[in-house]
Structure formats: C-alpha cells, structure tokens
C-alpha cells in the first residue's frame, strides 16, 4: 500500500469512528467506577467437591452452600473437608445469607428458600417463591436475591415476599449474570457469572461504584481446575475484623483478599 492511501485509510478510520465517540455525552459525574484489585494475604484449603453457590459468616462461623446435589456446611480454616454437613438430596442450593439468628438459603430454578436456625443449623422451614435464586446476602432488614439477570430483588426474611427491585447499571448499562452476593462495608459485592471481576454495587441506585480485579485468584488456581464451570464464587466478609474472603466453585482454596486501588 502507498503512503498516501495509508494516511487516507487512517484518516477514514479516524473519520468513522471518533465522531460517533465524541458524541456519546460524558460520562456522568460520580457513575465513573473506581478499580480495584484482589491481593492474596493468605490461602487455606477448600474442597475441590464444593460446587460453591454461597459463602457467609454466620453466629462466627463460615459457611457454605453448595450446588448440583445441594449442602449446607460449616467450613474450617485447617482443612478441606466441611466441621458439619447436612446433604440436601436433588436440591441445587444457592446463595446463603445470615441476619445474626437464622441462615437463609437459596435454590436455583426449585422455587424453595430453607431457613436454618441453631447450632448445628436445623432447617425451621421451607418458603415457596418465583423466579431463580443464586446469590443472596442480607442487608438493612432485607434479604436481597440476584437471579442471574441484572435485577436485584429485596425480600422480607419472615416470608420472603417481594418488597422491591434495583436495577444494577454500571456507567448506564445494565448488568447481568450477577452470582453470589456478600452485602458488607455499604456495599453490595456481586460475582459476575464467568467472570474474575467482583462488582461493588451501591445498594440505594443501583450503580456500580467500583469493579474489582479478582484475577490474581483465578491464575492462582487455575492449573489445578478441571472443569469450564470451575468459576470464581464465593465472597465472604467477616464481621468484626472486616477480614474478606473468596473462593470459587471446585476450586481447591479459599483466599483471604485484601482490596487495593489498582494503578
Ligand atoms: N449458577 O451459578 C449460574 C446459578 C448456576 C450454575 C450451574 C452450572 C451448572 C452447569 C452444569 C449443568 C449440568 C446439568
Ligand atoms: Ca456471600
């Protein structure tokens, strides 16, 4: 190619797309999302059988919920193998979330939320609802429910009855595939389905305010995953010390994370 056309194809380049980019109003003030990054602090083991669908401090303790044939179990920091499990049969269970007395927690696509009370838990009772359950987290007296879309639903925990939605939108554009939740610090963090970036979501509009980088644990794992499906989930502050942790489905550890502003 002559050099003349070469600066006139740049040109046309040029002409085709920054106009259209340049017309696109700024970006709103205060919706420009801070980045942050997930740095190892330290690693324990988890069980590479735990198709992890939720992670929760509960009463001082964590635990899990795990999906295909469905648990609930109390994990420990020393090894892999859950302190306490109570199998669910053909129940895919989800996302898990404790209001300090019970322990709520979801099923995919059977419509049915177990609540557990005790120690151990014992499920106190089982309530119907629609739609698909995968992550959820309490937050303010509410229990709050992604279902794969990018709608948030806020539930009463006496009776799980709906009491109202947000939309999660981030620079303006809704987004979906939100897995398993933790509500702490103000926030909601939300796992993105497929994804090793953690959205913190403002609670009140919505909005995205920050996305964290959660790279550094997947490259850390990967060699030793097996299965396309083996996705980061599982995101777990505890109260008190505010220490976070996260882990993923199959995955053979659990990472305490420190967030840090990415550069
Ligand atoms: N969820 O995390 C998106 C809510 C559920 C993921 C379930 C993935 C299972 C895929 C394999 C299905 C085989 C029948
Ligand atoms: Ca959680």
Redesign the pocket.
């Known amino acids: 190619m002559r050099k003349s056309s070469w600066v006139l194809s740049l040109y046309a380049l040029g002409a085709s797309c920054a106009p259209a980019h340049r017309a696109v109003p700024e970006v709103q003030e205060g919706l420009t999302p801070q980045r942050r990054v997930a740095r190892i602090v330290r690693e324990y083991p988890h069980s590479t059988e735990a198709f992890t ?1 939720g992670l929760v401090f509960h009463q001082g303790r964590l635990y899990e919920s795990t ?1 295909h044939q469905g648990t609930l179990r109390q994990l420990s920091f020393d090894k892999a193998e859950p302190v306490w499990l109570e199998p669910l049969g053909n129940i895919f269970t ?1 996302g898990l979330a404790s209001d300090g007395e019970r322990l709520y927690q979801l099923t ?1 696509t059977e419509g049915l939320l177990y609540t557990w009370r005790g120690d151990p838990p014992k499920r106190e009772r089982t309530t119907r609802y629609a739609g698909d359950g ?1 992550g959820l987290c309490y937050w303010e007296g509410k229990l709050v429910r992604s279902d ?1 879309s990018s709608t948030l639903t806020f539930h009463a925990p006496e009776d799980f009855r709906p009491l109202g939605t947000v939309e999660v939108t981030l620079q303006g554009q809704p987004m979906d595939q939100l ?1 398993e939740l933790e509500c702490a610090n103000g926030v909601i963090y939300a796992n993105v ?1 497929h994804s090793s970036e953690v959205l913190e979501i403002d609670p009140n509009t919505g909005h995205v305010v920050a996305v964290i980088d959660a790279s550094e644990l997947t490259r850390n794992v990967a060699p030793q995953l097996r299965s396309t ?1 083996a996705v980061l ?1 599982g995101i777990a502050v505890e109260p008190g010390t505010g220490r976070m942790f996260m882990t993923g489905k199959l995955w053979p550890k659990l990472f305490e994370v420190r967030l840090e502003p990415a550069n």
């Open positions: 669908q999906g989800e995919w995968w794969g897995n389905w499906e989930n």
